[in-house]
């Protein structure tokens, strides 16, 4: 790919993402973003971690609820359209019908197919009952235009946590909504789940691109706040003999990048809010390369700072995240062919971080 055609493909990422209405790209940029060898470019959205909350009769908090409508309005005025478009789990804070009712009707006003990822504040009132009558199966995989798609259910825990240990459904839920809670237990993804996955991934070749949704990182990052699934090492092991993988995860309410072998990771934003990134990154001893850099937000007074939504760039087999995050900088995490990682295109040059963010 000649650097001018990066270019002009980076210029109209970032044209498509600030809002600009449906009709108002020359087509000719449309064309040249389609035009790439080795398969066939498209484009889907994500959104991710809506966490709608109910307060009591007919009333939600508000926040949250205004989060999700924005992220729908922008995600249909998307041109070009996304193929579809992915809901990354945390619909619910509380998992109650509802909640999951409600962030269920905001969704539907999307114009496109949805696939739709579980997500921990969904599943511990009712270990997703309810949540499958909205959206089926927990996990599930599909294949469009030459790539595999698989949406895992990362956020199992123990069987004696689930069905044992709290004395009602409400206890359980609240246990495992807390962020960093010694109460709490790790993500897993379960014996049953990667039996499938095995035999799911057994049916693809090796040079398909495979692009695997999950709620929690596929990677272990810290523990403490369940930014972690227990048997990483086991999924990353089954997905190490294809090309070109990608696994693009919620949850962490931030931006985040790695690369381990051949697979990117890559985090997506929270409609409802941010979390800030754990001091570990900093202390940690860690055999991961450096995750990221801090979001430019923190604006208290500015209830959607450091939330956002995706448009995402399925190229030759590799995704580009354009990061809508509402009323801050865009930012776009692309792979870099050259360096065979994911990086921030605006921070990967260090001379363009604040002070406060050169030491990472
Ligand atoms: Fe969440
Ligand atoms: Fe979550």
Redo the contacts with the bound molecule.
Sequence with gaps: MSNKILNTRRDFLRTTASGLVAGMLPVSLVRLASAQEGGPDFTFAYVS?AHIQHVKGSQFVRNWDRGLIRAVAEANLLEPKPDFVVFG??LAQLGTKAELDHGAEILSALNYKTYAVL???DYYLDLGEYWSELYGDHYYSWDHKGAHFVTLNS?LTYDDWTFNRWESAERRMNEMAGLDNPNGSPFMVGKKQMDWLKKDLAKVSKDTPVVVFS??PLQKIYKGWNFWTEEAEDIQALLKPFNKVNVIY??VHQIQYNQIGNIAFTSVMSTAWPWPYPESYAQAESHLPILTVPMNRADPFNERDATGWQFMNMHTGRVDLEFNLYDNTNRTVAFNEQKGHPEDTSYSDPTNRTPAQRHY
């Design positions: 971690d789990g945390d997500g921990e504040h956020i709620h929690s919620g949850h």
